[in-house]
């Protein structure tokens, strides 16, 4: 036949990526979403923070307003009826994550 024997050896790279090169793209992917996970948490936060100052402030001047009839007991504290006096709430904070790899500088 006219065709000689085709080598068995490759010239050029092949398809195949360096496991390091996988592992730092991988991280680096994983960092990417670490961060925009974080500035997420953080604008929520803040946006909970000031709900809560908003409602803190409505609900003095719902009871400015209805000018309610409170109780004063001996201790001279202020008691609203239920219905008025303020929801338990809180702010919530995230504790900051622990550096990431990619991150450390």
Request: with cysteine.
């Amino acid at each position: 036949m006219w065709v000689r024997a085709i080598s068995n050896t490759m010239t050029e790279h092949s398809r195949q990526q360096d496991p390091a090169e996988a592992l730092r793209r991988t991280l680096s992917d994983h960092a990417n979403q670490i961060q925009f996970h974080d500035s997420s948490l953080r604008s929520l936060t803040e946006q909970q923070h000031q709900t809560n100052q908003q409602l803190g402030q409505i609900t003095t001047m719902l009871q400015q307003t209805l000018g309610t009839s409170s109780t004063t007991p001996a201790d001279g504290a202020t008691v609203f009826p239920e219905s008025l006096q303020s929801p338990h709430f809180r702010d919530v904070t995230s504790p900051n994550p622990e550096k990431f790899l990619l991150q450390c500088s």
